[in-house]
């Protein structure tokens, strides 16, 4: 299934990660699952950054799904130049998109993704209204 990035987005951080050569697999290129610790990471970056730092007390962030399309690969020794966006902050949740690209290419999408977030009470296992102060950065 390929599910497309829509126009409508918030750009939130521009990172870039080495590729390392322990990223790649057998076939000699940066393994699947890497590109989602390379969205998570920039994901929690940018959480953090506007004053959400993820924990398991009191209210917080969870993914729920999560998805990933790969047009290109990353080698090493790449640097990945990537772009997280938000839109779509609804009651309990938003959505973040993610491009992944060559820093030494840039317009040259390699792989894009996102995943959508909710807003979990950490104590009472259930999703709770986003906080009004993270629902204006996200629109």
């Known amino acids: 299934m390929k599910i497309d990035i829509p126009e409508r987005k918030k750009l939130v ?4 990660f080495p590729v390392r050569w322990g990223d790649m697999d057998a076939m000699g290129h940066v393994n699947n699952a ?4 390379y969205m998570e990471t920039a ?3 940018w959480m953090v950054s506007v004053g959400c730092n993820p924990g398991p007390q009191g209210q917080g962030p969870v993914v729920v799904n999560a998805f990933c399309n790969f ?3 990353f080698a090493y020794p790449d640097e990945v130049l990537l772009k997280l966006y938000v839109s779509d902050p609804g009651r309990t949740t938003f959505e ?3 491009t992944m690209e060559r820093a030494a290419e840039p317009g040259v999408v390699c792989a894009a993704g996102g ?3 909710i807003w979990v ?3 009472l296992q259930k999703a709770a209204t986003l906080p ?3 629902r204006a950065v996200v629109e």
């Open 13 to 16: 951080l521009e990172t870039r």
């Open 34 to 37: 890497v590109y989602f610790r």
């Open 43 to 45: 994901r929690i970056d």
């Open 71 to 73: 047009h290109r690969q």
């Open 96 to 98: 973040t998109w993610a």
């Open 115 to 117: 995943a959508t977030v």
């Open 121 to 123: 009470d950490f104590l």
């Open 132 to 134: 009004g102060w993270l």
